[in-house]
Structures are given as C-alpha cells and as structure tokens.
C-alpha cells in the first residue's frame, strides 16, 4: 500500500518510521518533509495547510492511508476535506481535533464529565481576567486558549508577572489569536508525565509512558520550548497510576467526546500532572507529541498500519497494540538561542555514524537540504537523537554518546535529559 505522511518535524520522522516497518506499505510519501525523511519517504513539496492541494496529491496518486502529524491542520479540518474526498485518512475531524484547539473547550469538557483537572476560569476580557487575579493565589498559570506552538502557556509567580502576562497574550498578541481567550488555571505540583493513546471513537489503548523536558536549560530554567528531550516508559507512572487514570480519565474522555456528537478518532495526548492528591489532566493534544514519538514509536512492536487502520474501521478493540520490553531517551539538539533567536544555514555533519543501527535514531526535526545537497539546519529544534537499551539509564547513556557523533557551528542541548531517572 501507499502511504503519505503530512508535516516536516522530528515527529513525522518517526512516524515514517514506524510506517516504513510495516511489511504492507510499499510506498512513502512525505509532504513536505525534511532532509532526514528523504531518506525514507518521496518528499511532496506541498504545505500541510494546502489541505484541497494535498488531497489532489493523495487522489492522483492512488494513496491508501494519509496520516496528518501537526496540529494546525487537524485542528484547520483537514480529515474532513479529505473524508469527504473519499479519501483513507489517519487522525480527528476538526469538531473532535478541538480537544487540542481550545483549551478552553477541554477544560469545560473535563468540567462537565468529572475528569480530573487543575481549577480553572476562562476570560476573553483582559481587564476582568486581571480582577480576578487580584484575588487569586500564587503561583498561578496563564494559557492561551488556542494553539501556540507549544509555547502558550506562563507561569507566573506573583501578581505583577500574572498582569505582565495577561497583556503579553491578550494585549500584545505573542501568540496571535491564540490569546484572544485566555484560560487561568490553578498551580499544580508534581511529576508530569504524557501518556499516548489510540483511539477508534469508543475504544482506548494506551501507548507506553514518556516524560517531556520542556524548559529550553537544564534543571528546568528557561523558557517553555516544544520540548527538548524525552523519555520512555516513566518510572513514575506506576500501575496504581495507571489504574487511577484508566477508571477517571482516558475512557471518560472517549466517551465524553461521543456524548458531545464529537466521536474522536486517532491519537489523544494526555499530559498529566501527578499530584499529591492523585492524576490531573494537564492538557489534550490530538495527536503524537514531539519529541514523545520520538521515544515511544521506537518502542512499538505491533505494525503501526493495522493499528491505524483498526482506528479508523472502530475495530481497536480486536488488534493488538504492543510495545518492546526496553527503554527510550531522546535528546534534542537545537540552535543555540531557541526558542527565541536563532540562526540557521549550517551544515551538520556526522549524520551517516547513525547508517546501519537498530538501536540508534536520528530524527530531524529543523533541516533542509542545500543546492549541492549536504543537509543544513532549519530551525530551532534540528535532531532528535535517540537510542534505546533494556533499561532507562542505559539508553540515557547511549543517546547522550550520540550525540557527540554530531556537529553543527551553533549546537546546544540540554546536559540533563531523563536525570529523574536516577532519583525513581
């Protein structure tokens, strides 16, 4: 079968991934791609929200499943055009993909369903939201209400930074219409940690545990990224976690998502925060998180088609979803200077010392190639370097060995991925 896969980052890499494993698929299309896809997949030069483009693309080559790995595109309705298209197509339709959209949706969602989550009150109004924290406590957390590449959501201390914040989203647009409502949320404490699951519209498996870095410096100062390292299973989501989670949250959201007439279908991200008084759903995505693919596709056992497939036919329930008895860790190497100024245009060298291993990955999430095809940074985010091993400190190890098998003039990462793993 063919298979195109939509979006250009470290997380499409990895779904490549996964897909070129499947004794089914004979054919990879990527659009548009980056320089590392190329290795895999045919890159198709159309951009992911040039949705009636895509579909032409998908028609006209007799593409069998589509699989959309951004948000903006699902979010923007892209299953739907293709749906309607008569198309085979991997991921929610935009009236579920709103689960991620709006955070303000979610969060009634979780309001109305008893799931449980942080406090919380919404605001499109900035001079009502500041009264309200005039007699909030603190700590406290802003979020913008629509997509932000991650990056909308503040912490703030105390009161002058919850107003500096609330006119940097609301006022000043930083993160565009995105900030035209505004969620304000209690402060939780705890471990996160982000579960992946498959979902066919009433049935739920979950994938492996993992746990993101967000933070762009080590200990966890700096600013919010995209994420920059990650790893697989969590030492902290134990079985009385996952009990917890499975009676209160992934089910119920299923099903709370088919009782609003918005059946869900794909990949549902729950971002959790292990608190002291039990799980509390953080956020939902509607698709694989990046860098959380990273770690965790590497890890599946089952063929990724037949579980995409069983998501789309509502037959989840009879295929397996399996995952290798092993470890992950990704680290993320990025333009120094990300998430905010950043140059690119560099060569990166070493690339070919990953050729040949199965338990090594270099997933590219910022690169291109240049005119005489060496391949270049382009972006803040560049590689993803990640290896397993059957433990958690052992795949640390050999993923931090990696990524001295690299070079490019402005590289920097973080030097303490996966370090809570010395402290479960």
Known sequence: MKVLVIGSGGREHAIVTAVKKSPKVTKIYCAPGNAGIAKLAELVNIGVMEFEKLADFAADNAVDLTVVGPDDPLVGGIVDVFEARGLRVFGPRKNAAILEGSKAFSKDLMKKYNIPTAAYETFDDADKAIEYLKTADMPIVLKADGLALGKGVLICQNLDEAIAGVKEIMLDKKFGSAGNKLVIEEFMTGREVSVLSFVDGKTIKTMSSAQDHKRAKDNDEGLNTGGMGNFSPSPFYTEDVDKFCRENIYQRTVDAMASEGREFKGVIFFGLMLTPKGPRVLEFNARFGDPEAQVVLTRLKSD????????????????????????????????????????????????????????????????????????????????????????LKEARAKAYEATEWVSFANKYMRTDIGKAIDEA
């Open 304 to 391: 990724i088609i037949d579980i995409f497939e069983a998501c789309i036919d509502g037959t989840l329930a009879n295929t397996p979803v399996e995952f290798e008895d092993n470890a992950a860790v990704c680290v993320i190497l990025a333009s120094d200077g990300y998430p905010l100024e950043y140059k690119k245009g560099f060569e990166i060298t070493g690339l070919e010392a990953f050729d040949g291993k199965d338990d090594y990955f270099c997933f590219h999430a910022g690169t291109k190639f240049s005119e005489d095809k060496k391949v270049l940074t382009n972006g803040g985010r560049v590689l993803g370097v990640t290896a397993t091993a059957p433990t």
